[in-house]
């Protein structure tokens, strides 16, 4: 049974810095996708930062340079760390795993399992 929890949301102004966690548990698989998703009110979700099982990493081009997803393969934590916010930057951040390489999808359908979310709002 595969379950993800998020913590680390919170209200910052802009330009500062936060770092959201992903407890993983009950993945069985030996090759998976993790990553971060938001959702702004009105707006779509939309992945942010992907990780593979390798370390490999992709953006998406809002998040490049401010945004680093990372991996504590010990504690199989996932954590984001966020800097230089800015107001658009607000949303329900998400964290969701798939079984498989992230290469083969990156959209939200493609993702199985899901945590509750975490709110991040930058002012």
């Known amino acids: 049974h595969v379950q993800l929890v998020e913590s680390g949301g919170g209200s910052v102004q802009t330009g500062g810095s936060l770092r959201l966690s992903c407890a993983i548990s009950g993945v069985a698989s030996e090759s998976y996708c993790i990553g971060w998703f938001r959702q702004a009110p009105g707006k779509e979700r939309e992945g942010i930062a992907t990780?593979?099982?390798?370390?490999?990493?992709t953006y998406r081009d809002p998040v490049k340079g401010r945004f680093t997803i990372s991996q504590d393969n010990n504690s199989y934590t996932l954590y984001l760390q966020m800097n230089n916010l800015k107001p658009e930057d607000t949303a329900m951040y998400y964290c969701?795993?798939?079984?498989?390489?992230?290469?083969?999808?990156?959209?939200?359908?493609?993702?199985?399992?899901w945590g509750q979310g975490t709110q991040v709002t930058v002012s």
């Open positions: 990780i593979d099982t390798d370390g490999t990493t």
């Open positions: 969701a795993t798939k079984t498989g390489s992230c290469a083969a999808g990156r959209k939200s359908a493609d993702f199985d399992y």
